[in-house]
């Protein structure tokens, strides 16, 4: 299995812009996970998926940020507009059942000019 | 009081010793705990769960929970220097995962 996929890797862009960050998980979990990571704040729970429906989403942070699960394999985080302030490391992770053993993906480290 | 409180270190030992983690939690409605390691720029790796007190064993680690005095523990065995990372301590109460800020751990050849 190639585990959970995140893209891009790496990503860039200037305050206002809109950032998509995508997150295939791993095939026959069935609950997602968006977290975000800062020096400051360490891993922070965004928001929580199971069976592509949004669980909790009480960890994201304002209104400019948003995530879908359109279906088993495929999830975004979207942030519009971007600021500073967003610059960290998100990751995505999956587990088979609920919030138990979470398999994280590589990361996104989004930097917010 | 932050909700997972962890020494965020570093702590360094010699290789071939016990490292030992520690964490303290807040919500004593936690109802499950985990380890994870992470390597520096890397994502966290998941190498421990505990449910109950006591101790459990897998290889060169044992965690142990004791949910009355609301600490939960990792000992890392014969340490390597390839365990040195960040260890991130976790808990889950009522769909919510809290993370601790992690303790650095080196191991010195």
């Known amino acids: 299995d190639a585990g959970v996929i995140q893209s891009p890797r790496h990503e860039v862009t200037e305050m206002g812009q809109e950032v998509t960050l995508r997150c295939k998980p791993i095939s026959g979990h069935n609950s997602l996970f968006w977290y975000r990571q800062t020096m400051m704040r360490g891993l922070e729970l965004l928001i929580y998926?199971?069976?592509?429906?949004?669980?909790?989403d009480s960890g994201m942070p304002e209104d400019r940020f948003s995530a879908k699960m359109p279906n088993a394999s495929f999830s975004t985080l979207k942030i519009q507009p971007s600021e500073p302030r967003d610059s960290a490391v998100y990751f995505c992770?999956?587990?088979?059942?609920?919030?138990?053993?979470?398999?994280f993906g590589p990361g996104t480290r989004l930097t917010v000019l | 009081q932050k909700e997972v409180e962890q020494n965020s270190g570093p702590l360094s030992v010699p290789e071939g010793a016990i490292a030992s983690l520690n964490c303290t939690y807040s919500?004593?409605?936690?109802?499950?705990f985990f380890w994870y390691r992470q390597y520096s720029g890397k994502s966290p790796e998941l190498i421990m769960s505990i449910y109950s007190n006591g101790d459990k064993e897998d290889g060169r680690f044992t965690a142990q929970l004791n949910k009355a005095s609301q600490y939960v523990s990792l000992l890392i065995r014969d340490s390597q220097p390839s365990d040195s990372a960040t260890y991130l301590c976790?808990?889950?109460?009522?769909?919510?995962?809290?993370f601790g800020a992690g303790t650095r751990l080196t191991v010195k050849p």
């Open positions: 976790a808990l889950y109460n009522n769909n919510d995962m809290r």
């Open positions: 998926f199971n069976n592509n429906v949004p669980i909790d």
């Open positions: 992770a999956s587990s088979y059942t609920g919030i138990n053993e979470q398999f």
């Open positions: 919500d004593r409605g936690s109802q499950s």
